[in-house]
C-alpha cells in the first residue's frame, strides 16, 4: 500500500484532512470571496490526475468545486476526458476549458478572465480550482488574482515530478546551478520555467517519489527548498490528496513574492512575443490511420526523441480496430 502523504524533513503545516464536513459561505455577504487553488508544474508531473481526484472527491461528497482547465495545444485532451468522465457531471456548467493558448500569456488572461466571470454569473461555487498546462508560468496568474474582488488566491500549488529530478537534474543538485548558468549567460529555457515555479509555489508538491530510490525524496526535497526555503515540501502520489485540506488555506502572500515580480516581469513581457519561449512547441498529428502495434512500441523504445517532454491524445491500433484508446506519455 503505498502512503498517501510522506512528512519530510522541514518544519511547518503538513496536509491533513483537517475537517469531515465543507460549510459553504454565504455568497450574499459582500466581503466575501470564492477560494481558488491554481495546479502548476511542468509536464508529466502530475496535475491531470490530481485535478481530476479532487473532482471526483467534489462530486462524491457533494461540494460545489468549479473547474477551469487548460491545454497550450490546440488539442482539448484534458478538457475532453474531464467533460465525458466520472469525475464532473455532462452539462453541469462548472467546467471551463481553455485551449490553445498559455493561460499565463495575455490572451490566456483574458479568457481565464472570460472564464471566470461566466462560473461566478451561472454557478455558486465553494471553491475553483484551476489546472494550467505545464508551460504556464505562474507570476501573471498570481498579479491578476491580486486585483480580484470576487475571488481571493489561496493557493499555488506547484507540483514536481521528482523521477524527472532524479534522471535529469541529479534529485535537483543541478537545477539552480543550472539556472545560475542560465542566468550568466542571458538564456531562458525549461530550468529557468521549472526553478520559477517552484519560486512563486505556496504549497510545493513531489510526485511520483514512489518511483525512485528509496530514500531519495527527503534529498530532493532538501534541493527544492533551497530555491524556495519559505514552502515545505510534501509528497503525493496518484493524485491522493484531500479536498477538505484546500478550504483551510489563508490568502497567497503576495508581498513575499513582490520583489520577484518587479525584476520578473520585463523579462515575461519580452518573451510574450517569442516564438518558442523556453524552448517549448507543440505539434498536433492528426491521422486516422492506425498504428502498428509493434512498430508503436519499437519506436517509444528506441527512436523517440529524449526532446519530447509530453504527448497525450486518441489513437487507432489496428489490432483493436473498435476502440480509441487514449495515450498519455
Known amino acids: 500500500m503505498v502512503t498517501p502523504f510522506l512528512r519530510l524533513t522541514f518544519g511547518g503545516r503538513f496536509f491533513e484532512p483537517l475537517v469531515t464536513q465543507v460549510t459553504v459561505e454565504n455568497s450574499a455577504d459582500s466581503s466575501y470571496k470564492v477560494p481558488v487553488v491554481i495546479l502548476n508544474g511542468f509536464l508529466g508531473s502530475g496535475k491531470t490526475t490530481l485535478f481530476r481526484k479532487l473532482l471526483s472527491q467534489a462530486k462524491k461528497k457533494d461540494i460545489p468545486v468549479c473547474a477551469i482547465v487548460n491545454d497550450m495545444s490546440e488539442l482539448d485532451i484534458d478538457g475532453e476526458i474531464l467533460a465525458t468522465g466520472e469525475a464532473v457531471e455532462s452539462n453541469s456548467g462548472i467546467l471551463e476549458s481553455i485551449h490553445n493558448v498559455v493561460l499565463s500569456s495575455k490572451k490566456g488572461i483574458e479568457k481565464l478572465d472570460e472564464a471566470l466571470n461566466k462560473l461566478l454569473s451561472t454557478q455558486e461555487p465553494a471553491l475553483i480550482i484551476i489546472e494550467t498546462s505545464g508551460s504556464c508560468h505562474p507570476m501573471p496568474l498570481i498579479e491578476y488574482f491580486k486585483g480580484q474582488n470576487q475571488v481571493s488566491l489561496t493557493g499555488v500549488f506547484t507540483l514536481v515530478d521528482s523521477l524527472m529530478l532524479a534522471h535529469d537534474y541529479h534529485y535537483g543538485k543541478d537545477l539552480f546551478p543550472n539556472m545560475q548558468r542560465n542566468i550568466a549567460q542571458g538564456k531562458r529555457d525549461t530550468v529557468n520555467l521549472l526553478v520559477e515555479q517552484v519560486l512563486f509555489c505556496s504549497h510545493l508538491f513531489l510526485t511520483k517519489g514512489d518511483r525512485i530510490e528509496e530514500g531519495k525524496l527527503p534529498q530532493i526535497a532538501g534541493y527544492m527548498q533551497e530555491i524556495n526555503p519559505s514552502v515545505t515540501a510534501h509528497s503525493v502520489n496518484f493524485?491522493?490528496?484531500?479536498?477538505?485540506?484546500?478550504?483551510?488555506?489563508?490568502?497567497?502572500?503576495?508581498?513575499?513574492?513582490?520583489?520577484?515580480?518587479?525584476?520578473?516581469?520585463?523579462?515575461?513581457?519580452?518573451?510574450?512575443?517569442?516564438?518558442?519561449?523556453?524552448?517549448?512547441?507543440?505539434?498536433?498529428?492528426?491521422?486516422?490511420?492506425?498504428?502498428?502495434p509493434q512498430r508503436l512500441w519499437d519506436v517509444c523504445h528506441q527512436y523517440l526523441d529524449k526532446r519530447i517532454y509530453r504527448s497525450k491524445g486518441f489513437f487507432w491500433l489496428a489490432s483493436r480496430d473498435k476502440f480509441s484508446p487514449l495515450w498519455n506519455q
Not at 246 to 261: G, H, P, S, T
Not at 266 to 280: I, N
Request: aromatic share 10%.
Open 239 to 292: 493524485g491522493r490528496l484531500t479536498l477538505e485540506s484546500l478550504f483551510d488555506l489563508k490568502e497567497y502572500n503576495y508581498r513575499k513574492v513582490a520583489k520577484l515580480a518587479q525584476e520578473l516581469k520585463p523579462v515575461l513581457e519580452a518573451e510574450e512575443d517569442a516564438d518558442r519561449p523556453y524552448d517549448l512547441a507543440t505539434r498536433v498529428i492528426k491521422d486516422d490511420r492506425p498504428f502498428h
